[in-house]
């Protein structure tokens, strides 16, 4: 090979080596590029649903948030498409709660959500929930009724009227002796729960009832505590004062 065709050679040679120099750094550069989320969905331009609309929160999610503050509870059971939204807007929904002073909960197990209140002391602070607290029966009611649906297993339960009168056989206290305002007052419970939605009338029969997994999510371990306390003292033939205790409901 002659000097002048070294020369060809290592000048070839040269800028092919420099050329897959310049293709890796640019590979290597792609490769450091942000990677595009493949499920991010495109953006959507808001239309206002009605003047004066400055929401910042899709229509799911005002609509989700506006049953979180009207309803005792949503259960997907019932309302799939609202529960549904609950979920995909969570993050963005505690935070507009968390500014009124308000809680979401979500129990995964039972498929329900409800806000609760949030406690602490303030002098400024306003309380928007203002639901009436369950009465003694209503109470007790409603602990045997959580406790039957921790026992069912997620089971659905059906129960009679005459079983939940059946509950209360032992209590004896001075108070309710007679027994027509006694069966008044555990009739009473019923009513009371199945307004709000804890028991449902069976189709078939209207003196039995299903009992909600709702039950299991309001019914915390201090409720059942305080309820269990309550129920102890009207077997013993305490009078009954009502409880100091709430159910998210």
Partial sequence: MTPEQRTTTEQRT????????????????????????????????????????????????????????????????SDSDIYAWVLEYRNQLSTRLSELDLLLRVTDGTDVAYVEQARYESARGMKLLRREPLGTYDSILALH????????????????????HGLFSGVLNDTDRDAVTF?????????RLTGLEILRKSRDDEDSYTISPVITAVMTASVITELQQQFELLLTGAAPADPEVELNV
């Fill in 145 to 164: 009724l959580a406790q039957m649906m921790r026992a069912a297993g997620g089971q659905s339960v059906l129960i009679s009227r005459e079983e939940m």
């Fill in 14 to 77: 040269t800028t092919e080596h420099d050329a897959a120099t310049e293709r890796d750094a640019n590979f290597a550069a792609f490769s450091q590029l942000p990677q595009v989320d493949q499920t991010a969905r495109p953006p959507h331009q808001r239309k206002p649903r009605f003047d004066g609309d400055v929401s910042e929160l899709p229509d799911r999610a005002c609509w989700a948030l506006q049953h979180l503050l009207t309803r005792r509870y949503i259960s997907a059971e």
């Fill in 183 to 191: 069966a008044g007052r555990v009739d009473g419970a019923i009513a």
